[in-house]
């Protein structure tokens, strides 16, 4: 039964289910009927992990349905989804109802970390603290007591000036003692409140020092009393606590304990084993690093390399991509000499010295890359073109049309472009990945291979019962060409049977094959091959076309603009916060990189051979003029503006955009849509350290950043005349960056 609901595609109409809110009478109930079915399924381990890896259980969403009910009169339909929801939350996590609740498997994880750290702490410290309470409660007697019983430091005497109250205060020095700070823990039964005031004794008040000193860190052992606890797995049970009665004492170290547990677990990574707690200090697990990993900044990276080369130390490839990858200048404009023209999508021809232009009128246009002027120009359908590719030799061009006959078409290239094979019923095609001695094209759930030679069909792929009716399927080879993904199913070509069907959990992505031939990513889900397991989700891919760069360690993510949407998904894309912007991830671990706004809807966008260059079609419709403006922008990889592109910037924010086009067709445009923003994740906040250095004001995605490399400890440079040797050291790391 659990095959047979996900080949019908169960687990993504169950997902829907959860979120519906219509019928608002019916919702809450399908709603707990949907999530009383994926409980059923989760017995299947199969099932259990693949929804553990999915945003509802993983990034939380779950606990936002069970927050309230969609309709108030419901809450008992509510109260049953709720249960049902804990119930796949213990199937999913493998823990207890009581820790599955409210957490996300992220947070159970770290918690079962946490419970098994074993706290340990100075129990002089916990005396110190307890002296200075008493002191300023004004029990000096038994301070003093204390003191000399525990030999106990003399307390510091109050500075002459005011100064503000710290939190958490540290010895500096040998002769100088740690500050008393006075400390009252509230327990209660989840958390504790820890507050701090400082109150310092008049003069007149202090009790004289004694001879004893603070003990030395050469001192015995005897002298340095260590409290140590085993973990706890779990939390106490109220209930549990209140039937024990007068059993349950709370003690001062019990307080202590859990006060340092609860801030171990506010720790971003905890770890099992930690040195001794201290309560004059926050603790903080340090950071999973390799202490010979490659430096953060770009120019202590690059003189690292003498001594850990290639890349500085480990990580550090990983750290060149990040700061190549978030960096584009625009280099030039291309726009169709026809008034009316407008631009549908993009290649590069094989000599990397011109750019393939498809257009809506059906022509391809050649330009060439370092003047922008048009070369030639082809007719090859009377219906846009939504596709292009040439072979890695430039003899032939395949182009694939929206409608008409034929939709699909094989052209030669050389003095003349002769048209060599039509494929009729193709919407889209594209060569093979090895040989290209082989075409593979996609008619709606069907895929075809064809001989490139003889135009012949050699096989045909497709199985009524296992497809997916993805509305945007492209099939696509494997790298080695031996396997075919197409509407979600994996083939063999050799036998022309099926190999696997992938869970569908979209209408639209059918999925590309990772240049590395072990993964498939469909839509935002990244699956394994060897496996057919889902290895993790990537929420900001959702409905994303990806397109790789040549070196296979960069993903390019863009929400492409179709000509078959309709109104509401043109109004729904317009409203995506990434509608207008294309997106870099490191396809290593799928890391987000930068977000590039170019402020118009992205047709198309493609990469050369070298990796230097990015060419996205800009396309935006004019309300006022009821026309529509289309532009090629050529962007280069690992620069970004100078201070004079930014001031021409700033000069056409202020006068408008009226005089557009007035412009000259082949001058460099650098208008807004070329402002690249930096990426809003946590993975992009280390670009800041690249960008800066040792200057605190860095990180502004768009700030001219120029390096003295021979200076590693003063990352930036006030000279502008070094922007020459600046671009030359980008190019070089690109360079490296393709040899790995």
């Known amino acids: 039964m659990w095959a047979c609901v996900r080949s019908n595609n169960g687990i993504m109409v169950l997902l829907k289910l959860l979120c519906v809110k219509t019928p608002i009478t019916e919702a809450d109930a399908v709603r707990g009927l949907a999530c009383k079915a994926l409980v059923g399924l989760a017995r299947s381990s199969t099932v259990k992990q693949i929804v553990s890896k999915l945003p509802l259980v993983n990034d939380g969403r779950l606990q936002m349905l069970m927050k309230e009910p969609i309709l108030q009169d419901k809450r008992q339909e509510h109260v049953k989804f709720c249960k049902f929801a804990q119930d796949l939350l213990e199937m999913v996590s493998g823990k207890p109802r009581t820790a599955a609740e409210g957490a996300t498997l992220d947070r159970i994880r770290k918690a079962d970390v946490v419970a098994q750290t074993r706290i340990r702490y100075q129990q002089k410290e916990l005396l110190q603290l307890v002296h200075s309470h008493l002191l300023s409660l004004g029990l000096d007697k038994s301070a003093l007591i204390l003191q000399r019983e525990a030999d106990l430091p003399c307390p510091p005497s109050p500075p002459l000036l005011p100064s503000s109250p710290h939190l958490f205060s540290s010895p500096s020095g040998t002769t100088s003692t740690p500050r008393m700070v006075s400390a009252i823990f509230i327990c209660c039964s989840s958390s504790f409140e820890y507050s701090s005031v400082a109150l310092p004794l008049p003069r007149q008040q202090q009790p004289p020092c004694q001879s004893w000193n603070s003990p030395r860190p050469h001192q015995s052992q005897r002298h340095q009393h260590i409290v140590e606890h085993s973990p706890v797995i ?153 596709h292009l590719q040439s072979t890695r030799d430039g003899s032939l061009l395949l182009t694939s049309a929206s409608w008409g006959r034929p939709m699909s078409s094989l052209w030669s290239m050389g003095d003349f472009v002769d048209l060599k094979h039509g494929f009729s019923d193709d919407s889209y095609m594209e060569f093979s990945k090895q040989t290209q001695d082989r075409i593979i094209g996609t008619r709606e759930e069907t895929a075809v291979i ?86 993790h989700t990537v929420p900001a891919l959702d409905q994303c076309q990806i397109r790789f760069n040549h070196s296979g ?157 021979s200076d590693p400890d003063n990352a930036h440079s006030d000279d502008e005349n070094d922007d020459d040797d600046l671009d030359d050291f980008y190019f070089e790391l690109s360079d490296l960056s393709n040899m790995g």
């Not at 096989?459 to 396997?483: C, E, G, I, S, W």
């Open 553 to 709: 360690d960069i993903i390019y993510g863009a929400i492409h603009q179709w000509d078959d949407d309709d109104e509401e998904a043109q109004d729904e894309r317009i409203r995506s916060p990434f509608g207008s912007s294309f997106r870099t991830f490191d396809a290593r671990d799928y890391a987000s990189i930068a977000t590039i706004d170019v402020k118009k809807n992205i047709f198309d966008l493609c990469t050369d051979s070298t990796d230097d260059y990015l060419a996205v079609v800009e396309n935006q419709r004019s309300e006022e003029t009821l026309g529509e403006e289309s532009i090629c922008h050529l962007y280069q990889v690992g620069r970004r503006k100078d201070s004079e592109d930014q001031a021409e910037d700033e000069d056409e924010e202020e006068e408008g955009e009226d005089d557009d086009d007035d412009d000259d067709e082949l001058e460099i445009d650098d208008d807004d849509a070329s402002n690249s923003t930096a990426d809003a994740d946590e993975d992009n906040m280390q670009d800041s350290d690249d960008d800066a250095g040792s200057n605190s004001s860095g990180g502004d995605a768009d700030a001219p950043s120029d390096f003295d490399l």
């Open 234 to 386: 779990g939390r106490h049970d109220p209930d549990a606590l209140k039937a024990k009665g007068s059993r349950s004492t709370v003690s001062l170290d019990k307080i202590v304990t859990e006060y340092l547990r609860e801030q171990h677990a506010c720790c971003k990574t905890p770890v099992v084993t930690c040195p001794l707690f201290s309560l004059f200090s926050p603790h903080r697990c340090p950071e999973p690093r390799n202490r010979q990993s490659a430096p953060v900044n770009i120019a202590m990276r690059t003189h690292k390399r003498s001594m850990y080369p290639r890349f500085g130390g480990p990580e550090g490839l990983k750290c060149d991509r990040k700061f190549i990858y978030s960096r584009f200048r625009p280099t030039r404009s291309i726009r169709d000499s026809d008034e009316d023209g407008c631009f549908s999508c993009c290649a590069f021809a094989a000599d990397e010295q011109h750019l393939l232009l498809g257009t809506y009128a059906g022509e391809v246009k050649t330009f060439n890359i370092s003047s922008g002027q048009e070369m030639a120009s082809t007719s090859c359908s009377n219906s846009p073109i939504n």
């Open 450 to 535: 064809y001989d490139v030679s003889s135009g012949a069909q050699i096989l045909k792929l497709y199985d009524q019962h296992k497809a997916n009716h993805y509305t945007r399927n492209r099939a696509t080879f494997n790298p080695t060409d031996d396997l075919v993904l197409n509407d979600g199913v994996l083939w063999d070509v050799s036998s022309g049977k099926t190999v696997h069907k992938f869970d569908k959990f979209n209408p639209n992505v059918s999925g590309v094959f990772h240049p590395s031939g072990l993964e498939v990513i469909i839509n935002m889900e990244v699956w394994d091959i060897r496996t057919f397991h889902l290895l």
